[in-house]
């Protein structure tokens, strides 16, 4: 039902990210990698529900593949986002507090107060907006050194899934369908494969 950026020559990112996203988690997989895939097939899967099932899954990273689209049409690059520190972590880790759990067993604490939850989580939104930052760097770096594309390199964002999960999380915009000459590139199955590749 949202078919998402749409290309000159009509490529649609959903089909585009959805291919990338299936490669990648195969890399993975034979890397003896577990993975949880929002959808590995063409439906519409809402924002909420791609949280939920991340969070849920109890993952240790959150990757989020997108393409991209812009009025301009020369507009072109590579560009990773991590959840922006403007982001107020006090108030997602008072929600945290009182509608989750931490998970870390009976021996850490006999009843933690609302308080040291809160602290625990704020802790944790810090720590994986660090390891956010750290996986984003590295994968730019992979880009630009095995792809021939431009890097605009890693970016902040509030976007609901950065976030809404609890674990280190990126959105990878893979390149611009607005762009003639990307949208020729994403369109070949070698290229999204290197792109796949890269990311790992």
Not at 84 to 99: C, F, K, T
Request: charged content about 20%; some cysteine; hydrophobic content about 40%.
């Amino acid at each position: 039902t949202d078919p998402g950026a749409i290309g000159r020559t009509g490529l649609k990112e959903k089909s585009v990210t959805l291919d990338i996203a299936k490669r990648l988690s195969s890399l993975l997989r034979s890397a003896g990698i577990e993975v949880v895939m929002v959808r590995s097939t063409d439906k519409f899967v809402p924002l909420s529900d791609r949280v939920n099932i991340a969070n849920q899954s109890k993952a240790d990273l959150f990757l989020s593949i997108h393409a991209n689209t812009n009025r301009v049409g020369w507009l072109n690059g590579f560009e990773v986002y991590y959840v922006s520190a403007n982001i107020d972590d006090s108030r997602r880790a008072m929600y945290a507090a009182n509608n989750l759990s931490l998970n870390l067993g009976s021996s850490c604490f006999v009843n933690p107060s609302l308080d040291l939850k809160a602290i625990l989580w704020d802790m944790i939104y810090t720590y994986s907006r660090a390891e956010s930052i750290e996986l984003a760097r590295s994968i730019c770096h992979s880009i630009d050194h095995d792809l021939n594309t431009r890097v605009l390199g890693i970016k902040a964002a509030n976007f609901y899934v950065l976030k809404g999960v609890y674990m280190p999380a990126i959105l990878i915009e893979v390149g611009f369908l607005s762009n003639y000459n990307e949208e020729r590139m994403l369109k070949n199955s070698y290229y999204r494969q290197q792109i796949a590749s890269a990311i790992i």
